[in-house]
């Protein structure tokens, strides 16, 4: 299984981006998905996740209302839509995923069974 984040990049205060994640081994369909990130010299976040079955999403406060997951099981792809990027939004953002519909209630997504490649995203002016 593999995973690997795209999308990232250098924008401004207020901008947006989306990032993708795609995965070659492993069909989305049946699994959670989740997004963490890892800024310098801080822990790992987990900042959104959706789930299989139903869909549902989760947030942390710190991106609620300005990320939103999705997921195109055609193509198979997650995606992280980020609005109104926060110069605290820097880090490098991976998808994850594992052998579990739901999303881990712990918002632990960097312990699902499989991590991607990440990708940076930095917001600065």
Avoid at 25 to 53: H, M
Avoid at 56 to 78: E, M, Q
Avoid at 89 to 98: Q, R, S, W
């Amino acid at each position: 299984v593999q995973l690997q984040a795209s999308g990232g990049g250098l924008v401004q205060p207020g901008e947006s981006l989306r990032l993708s994640c795609a995965a070659s081994g492993i069909t989305f369909d049946y699994y959670a998905v989740g997004w963490f990130r890892q800024a310098p010299g801080k822990e790992r976040e987990g900042v959104s996740c959706i789930n299989a079955i139903d869909g549902r999403t989760f947030y942390p406060d710190s991106v609620k209302g300005r990320f939103t997951i999705s997921r195109d099981n055609a193509k198979n792809l997650v995606y992280l839509q980020m609005n109104s990027l926060k110069p605290e939004d820097t880090a490098v953002y991976y998808c994850a995923t594992g052998h579990s519909s739901w999303c881990p209630s712990t918002r632990r997504y960097y312990d699902m069974d499989y991590l991607g490649k990440g990708t940076q995203v930095t917001v600065s002016s």
